[in-house]
């Protein structure tokens, strides 16, 4: 069984060609991380624009690469929701037109439930599993019991993690993304400046990351820093409650399992802080290597699969979502 995924809800244009029984035959990406950088963050009506310009020659290049042919696809499978609407548009739209000139059936995918599968490219994880996903638009702690069954648990009330790394960035004058540099800075540096961890000392699956930023911020105007040090207090202070928050969840759950996915999941102090940890605790641990953890179309794929498999498509007249909550995702497509 094949599928071609298609990837645009930020700023990556993504497909993929998946099949059930060899894995990935072929995947192609393009980010537009330089154009947006000079606006220091994404603009949306940019991002939906670039994507309509690159779909079909990154499919013409990836048919030519593969050598695959669309006849053989059985399904299309698509990100609906959650993400920049316009950029959602764009893909849906792409994928509405192959699924009617192919006469196949439409699949729709949930990002964090890709973000989620992300990991099973690389072999399946028992269920059942906690899911802490660290992206540019979400920080959220989630129990999966099954495909499609999430629970959500807890998650940022403000800032997601990456959102804080882009708008930190932004303020050291860094550019766009900030995770990749800060993450490169933060190695050459010390944690030696005093910032907040909000929430983290509460019994609560919430996270708050605006006050963080607000503490960089009042550093950065009176002047006296460090980049280096800047940023490897910034990432410590982010990784301390991630960490305080992930144990506290996988205590009250009982579970054993934990996976780290999204943009953020990319960050080498994390995985080295969350490898130790699951020493240290005794739980399982996978995270996707850094390629899969950014946004992608290979995971798109391999939940589009599972979904298929389950009988789940769409109707013609499917239309994006801007943010619906993974959890009600997963129990209406069931
Ligand atoms: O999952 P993703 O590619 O897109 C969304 O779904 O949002 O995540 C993008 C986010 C950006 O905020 C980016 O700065 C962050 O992931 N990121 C990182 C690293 N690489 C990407 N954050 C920290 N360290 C990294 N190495
Ligand atoms: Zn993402």
Redesign the pocket.
């Known amino acids: 069984m094949h599928t071609l995924a298609v990837e645009t809800?930020?700023d990556e244009t993504a497909l993929c060609i998946y099949s059930e029984e060899e894995g990935v035959i072929g995947d192609i990406l393009l980010s537009q991380a330089q154009l947006h950088a000079r606006y220091g963050g994404v603009v949306p009506e940019l991002s939906a624009r670039e994507h309509t310009r690159n779909l079909l020659p990154l499919l013409d290049q990836l048919l030519r690469d593969t050598g695959f042919d669309l006849k053989k696809l059985d399904f299309i499978s698509f990100t609906l929701t959650p993400g920049l609407i316009l950029s959602l548009v764009v893909g849906v739209s792409f994928a509405k037109s192959l699924a009617y000139y192919l006469k196949r059936p439409l699949v729709p995918v949930h990002?964090l439930e890709g973000?989620i599968y992300s990991v099973f490219l690389q072999g399946p994880v028992e269920y059942p599993f906690l899911a802490l996903i660290v992206?540019?638009?979400h920080t959220d702690l989630y129990l999966v019991e099954g495909f499609g069954r999430y629970t959500f648990l807890g998650g940022t009330l403000d800032d997601a993690v990456g959102e804080s790394y882009d708008k930190v960035a932004k303020l050291v004058g860094l550019g766009y993304p900030g995770g990749p540099v800060i993450d490169r800075l933060a190695s050459q540096g010390e944690p030696i400046y005093a910032l907040p961890r909000p929430l983290v000392e509460e019994d609560t699956l919430n996270m708050s990351f605006s006050g963080l930023k607000t503490a960089v911020r009042r550093l950065v105007e009176q002047g006296e820093y460090r980049r280096e040090h800047l940023c490897a207090s910034f990432q410590s202070a982010v990784m301390d409650v991630l960490e305080r928050k992930t144990l506290l969840a996988l205590r009250q759950t009982g579970v054993r399992r934990l996976v780290v996915v999204?943009?953020v999941s990319a960050n080498s102090e994390l995985r080295r802080r969350f490898t130790q940890l699951s020493q240290r605790h005794g739980f399982e641990l996978r995270i996707p290597p850094p390629r899969l953890s950014?946004?992608n179309a290979q995971m798109i794929a391999y939940a589009g699969m599972e979904r298929f498999k389950r009988g789940i498509t769409a109707p013609e007249e499917v239309n994006p979502e801007p943010n619906t909550p993974l959890e009600v995702f997963g129990k209406s497509w069931s």
Request: charge should be negative; glycine fraction near 36%.
């Open positions: 809800s930020c990002h973000h992206s540019g638009g999204g943009g950014t946004d």
